[in-house]
């Protein structure tokens, strides 16, 4: 075991599938010799050169087609988009292009690739540069989607993604990337459509995802805590393929969802869960469903603005203080 | 320079024996770099293309193919040219306007018409339609329906080539309103960094869609003007010619396997047809389409065969041939059922489901 | 207009359209019967409420809809009904076609809500249909009262018995040996109350002996004047149901109900006196403040309560607000007897026969023995509200107000 940061682990499950498979290649914006943005693919250009890292031009469209046409033809390209606000500039090429492919075609096309971004606010960087955008590729068909919340996570399912025959677009919450947590020696390959519970409780299932799950599991103690109020904690961790029956069956157990998202209100991931549990287990709910959202509104820049806006352990347990009985 | 002469796609019937020199006795023309065997080959191309093109026209007319048809009328010669020129392994890309380009990669005349008839038997079982015609096995790696999309796919392909040292060279077919487009600028730029084994033609048929070209950019050539923004040179050929288009693809293709880089070449063409099945074309001006039908790459062909030698029941007996291939293929994608239902619910994934939870 | 299932009692959550008066197309009235109700212990007899004809009937006879349901549809003289307002193809014709009208408004159902008025969430709703439970008789543990899913499945775990004696397993009583005797709808209403009742209320019996020689005296003196009169006999009954409305004035605890963990105790006291209809069910008419009223005023309203129920004319408020009920087994000649309290009072009263026995007597010069009429006064009250020494306490003071208060210048 070892103890590694959020950024660190993007490093080695890069490093761990490059090392194995020769297929694997890596493009992106200053992901090379400067290790990337974040910091978070320190190492890779020294370990494997400038042939399997390369360094792009400030070109979205030309980087993902490029990984789509890398993709169709025998390549693992991981391409980088340095923040997830950009996939705006490329989306034709997710949604139009990659994930239409292989339906379109008969079956045709191939295109084991992934696409890594950095995702979400709490850096102060302005509304174009922290938005959490999971859900607009949770929306597209022929798309799988992963958002991680730990060090350990991240290796498993960014290795598993690269291992995915099919188009994974990896979330890295930027706001976790400084956080620390054990990771297990050795290769570690995660399954990608499977969720964990992170507490057992009886009261309230808290369904959260990325940078929300360490704050939904604070708002849990301190729920216990001062409140006696025991709450379940599960970490979705894939929006696509979605672990729907461990959602149902905690959800079940308890009879009330709380669901914490980092996305605007509007369409956000917890609205299609809140949608499927109303559908699929409607009488065993004991109480309305909770959706605790940032607002519906472009990210503030100012550290109390922003801090305010997105759902924050002491936000959850109040909320859940107030309408959970 | 001399090079081998590409051997005749795959899947077609292998030409009639050799033909002999003609009963007239003309000598051959000094300097035939391209030889006979491939200008049979590129003839047989333009005649599968112009006749399978027709009869979509007619089947449109019929209500047979629904949706809408871009045509290529026209444009055969810069698909014929390329297509012959290319290696079986070689990758192809297109735009929705892309009948040509596949069926002269090999792809099957019922599977092309299948498609836009929406039948089980179609290159995509249905799925994909007239815009998305693709044949992997034949290198034909899509047809794209978003301006711009499939430039920076094409070059990722060429990444691969280069990457694996395999020598492949991926070709990228594109329309002059293409050239506007932001992915365009991004792939060139990158290509030509990177140094890939891409070559973008741009068919440029004077007409963005409906608008013409000339109108709406900056420069006269769309293509061949902006090659020098990536350090290319300037291309810009008869796109009618297939012998033309023939001796430029080889040339670049030399390039792009020697590692030498991208090149941007600029085809003078012209689209018999609207821009697509439901455009009459009003807005061309009178005399425009009368004059470029005098340039029209099939006939012209025919004539320069005859040219260079080849008997006249050689090309007649050709043409014959295709069409009733085509015919043939006609019977055979009506006749194939619309795809079953259970269709819809597959291929999202690799392993063949749709399915997005458990 | 809508024609709602109508209030019948303040537990009674639901009733059934026993028989429909008229038909589609006919005209209604405020003074003619419509249809007939029977819910808990009652038959009633509902007129429509405005003049007008009767467009639709929603609930056919025989079936049973919760109280507030909309049961049919009249058309008031001069209301017009918006086309196509969801009324079935024979209420359409019948209807005054109309350009525009008032949208109606759907009637809440009292049903899906708890004691406090709260809304029923799905999995509350799921395990009261499954169990075939009374939401409003469930105390809720949430906010306002709210009745959660734990609160069923507590109360579940805690009649479980009870409910699988109500649901049996299946046996074949069929054949030669057996008459089956399906139960009538009061039956079935009892039934349902009597479980209810036990699986609720802890219940704990009580009996004292009492001395009825003062009263019987007292009576006897009037008698034959009292029937010529009132047209019926003085029974023992208004003595001990005055009795019991003076004790308690000292005791009133058992004068009162149960709300989640608080006990409720009413000001007022009314009577409950329960009523055997010839073996064919039992009703339970309540006296309004009847401790307000003098020995000759109840004796009076028993009566006038027992009549009215024999000959089915009980009105609706005759089965609301009693606080507590007398039930008269004695007139059966029995010894004693354990009532089922009439939810949701705490406390119920069983007085049985009055018969002549030997009892001692204690004088100045010793003990003797002599025959007195006697009658045992048995209670059963709900162990959540009183504990058995009040109940006792109460008890004696009944006995000591039979047993010393003068009658005899009471009836005088």
């Known amino acids: 075991m070892a103890e590694l940061t959020y950024r660190e682990a993007v490093a080695e499950a890069i490093a761990q599938e490059m090392r194995r498979d020769e297929d694997v290649v890596f493009l992106g914006e200053d992901i090379g010799a400067a290790g990337g943005v974040f910091k978070a693919t320190v190492g890779l250009f020294k370990e494997f050169g400038p042939v399997r890292v390369r360094d792009t031009p400030i070109s979205e469209q030309a980087i993902l087609g490029a990984a789509m046409g890398s993709a169709m033809t025998g390549l693992k390209p991981i391409a980088e988009i340095m923040f997830s606000d950009f996939l705006a500039v490329c989306w034709d090429i997710v949604a139009n292009e990659i994930a239409k492919a292989r339906y379109m075609t008969g079956g045709q096309m191939s295109m084991p690739l992934v696409i890594r971004t950095a995702n979400g606010g709490g850096s102060r960087f302005g509304a174009q540069h922290s938005q959490s955008v999971e859900n607009w590729a949770m929306m597209v068909p022929g798309l799988k989607v992963v958002a991680p919340s730990s060090p350990a996570d991240v290796k498993g399912l960014l290795a598993a993604a690269i291992r995915d025959p099919d188009p994974v677009m990896f979330f890295e919450q930027k706001s976790l990337y400084p956080i620390k947590g054990f990771v297990p020696d050795g290769e570690l390959v995660d399954v990608l459509g499977t969720a964990k519970v992170l507490r057992d409780g009886g009261d309230v299932t808290i369904v959260a995802l990325a940078a929300m799950v360490p704050r939904a599991v604070k708002a849990a103690e301190e729920l216990s805590a001062q409140h006696g109020i025991e709450a379940t904690v599960v970490d979705v961790r894939s929006l696509v393929p979605l672990d729907t029956q461990t959602i149902l069956r905690e959800v079940s157990k308890t009879g009330r969802l709380v669901t914490v998202e980092e996305n605007p209100r509007l369409c956000g991931w917890g609205a299609e869960i809140a949608s499927i549990v109303a559908d699929e287990i409607f009488w065993d709910l004991d109480g309305p469903i909770m959706r605790i959202t940032t607002p519906h509104i472009p990210l503030p820049a100012a550290d109390e603005l922003e801090d305010a806006t997105m759902p924050s352990a002491e936000r959850i347990v109040r909320e859940i203080v107030e309408n959970i009985d | ?358 | ?412």
């Open chain 2, 1 to 358: 320079m001399a090079t081998k002469p590409k051997a005749a796609a795959k899947g077609r019937a292998k030409p009639k024996a050799a033909p002999k020199r003609a009963a007239k006795g003309k000598a051959w023309i000094a300097n035939d770099d391209i030889g006979e065997e491939t200008r049979l080959a590129l003839w047989r191309s333009l005649l599968e293309i112009r006749h399978v093109e027709q009869r979509a026209y007619d089947l449109f007319l019929q209500n047979l193919i629904k949706g809408t048809s871009h045509l290529a009328l026209g444009h055969e010669a810069v698909a014929a040219g390329f297509a012959i020129a290319m290696e079986k392994d070689d990758w192809s890309f297109c735009t929705y306007r892309g009948h040509h380009h596949t069926l002269a990669r090999g792809a099957s005349m019922e599977g092309v018409l299948g498609e836009l008839m929406g039948r089980e038997c179609g290159l995509l079982q249905g799925k994909g339609g007239s815009m998305h015609l693709t044949s992997v096995e034949h290198g034909a790696m899509g047809s794209y329906a978003i301006i711009g999309a499939h430039l920076p796919i094409a070059m990722g392909a060429a990444w691969t080539s280069q990457y694996k040292d395999t020598g492949q060279v991926s070709v990228c077919f594109f329309g002059d309103g293409t050239t506007n487009i932001g992915a365009f600028h991004e792939a060139l730029n990158m290509a030509a960094v990177w140094k890939l084994p891409v070559v973008f033609v741009c068919e440029n048929n004077l007409y963005m869609e409906y608008t013409p070209i000339k109108d709406v950019t900056a420069v006269h050539n769309p293509a061949g003007d902006r090659a020098a923004s990536y350090g290319l040179p300037k291309i810009v050929i008869d796109g009618n010619d297939a012998d033309e288009v023939y001796r430029t693809a080889q040339t670049a293709f030399a390039k792009a396997r020697a590692g030498d880089g991208p090149s941007l070449i600029e085809c003078l063409t012209y689209r018999h047809s609207g821009h697509s099945r439901a455009d009459p074309g009003d807005y061309r001006p009178p005399g425009e389409l009368e004059a470029w039908l005098k340039k029209d790459p099939v006939p012209r062909y025919r004539d320069r065969l005859a040219e260079f030698g080849i008997a006249q029941d050689v090309i007649d007996g050709m043409d014959a041939e295709v069409l009733a291939q085509v015919d043939e293929a006609t019977e055979v994608s009506k006749a194939s059922p619309p795809p079953g239902l259970d269709l819809i619910d597959v291929d999202v994934w690799a392993d063949g489901g749709t399915s997005w939870r458990n």
């Open chain 3, 1 to 412: 207009m809508d024609v709602i299932m109508p209030q019948l009692g303040e537990t009674v959550s639901e009733g059934t359209v026993s028989v429909w008066h008229k038909t589609i197309g006919d005209a209604v009235s405020t003074k003619e019967r419509l249809f007939d109700v029977s819910s808990d212990k009652v038959e009633m007899e509902v007129p429509a409420p405005a003049e007008g004809t009767l467009l639709e009937i929603r609930v056919g006879a025989g079936v049973t809809v919760p109280v507030g349901e909309v049961v049919a549809i009249i058309v008031r003289e001069g209301e017009v009904i918006e086309v196509g307002a969801g009324l079935s193809e024979a209420a359409e014709e019948a209807a005054p076609k109309a350009a525009a009208a008032p949208v109606r408004e759907v009637s809440v159902k009292s049903a899906n809500r708890d004691a406090n008025g709260n809304p029923l969430s799905p999995a509350v709703r799921r395990l009261v249909a499954e169990n075939s439970l009374d939401p409003v008789a469930i105390a809720g543990s949430g906010l306002n009262g709210r009745l959660k899913k734990k609160d069923v499945l507590a109360h579940l775990n805690s009649g479980a018995a009870v409910r699988s004696a109500l649901k049996p397993a299946p046996l074949d009583f069929a054949g030669e040996d057996t008459e089956v005797i399906p139960f009538n709808n009061l039956r079935k209403l009892t039934a349902e109350h009597m479980v209810r009742s036990k699986a609720t209320s802890p219940h704990v019996l009580q009996a004292v002996e009492a001395d009825f020689a003062r009263v019987a005296r007292a009576r006897s003196g009037v008698s034959a004047a009292w029937k010529k009169r009132e047209g019926f006999s003085l029974t023992y009954l208004p003595f001990i149901a005055k009795a019991l409305c003076e004790a308690v004035r000292e005791f009133p605890h058992v004068n009162a109900a149960i709300d989640d963990e608080n006990l409720v105790v009413f000001r007022r006291v009314n009577l409950a006196i329960a009523v055997d209809l010839d073996f064919d069910g039992l009703v339970a008419p309540v006296i309004k403040d009847a401790d307000q009223m003098s020995l000759q005023e109840l004796a009076r309203a028993i009566r006038d309560g027992s009549e009215r129920a024999r000959t089915n004319q009980l009105k609706p408020e005759d089965f609301t607000g009693g606080t507590y009920t007398i039930s008269n087994s004695g007139v059966f000649g029995t010894m004693i007897t354990a009532p089922i309290i009439n939810q949701p009072q705490v406390a119920i009263l069983s007085t049985d026969a009055i018969t002549k026995k030997p009892v001692v007597i204690e004088t100045e010069d010793g003990d003797t023995i002599g025959i007195r009429p006697v009658g045992v006064l048995a209670q059963s009250f709900d162990h959540r509200a009183i504990d058995g020494a009040y109940s006792a306490a109460f008890l004696n003071r009944v006995r000591d107000i039979i047993q010393t208060k003068d009658w005899a210048a009471v009836l005088a």
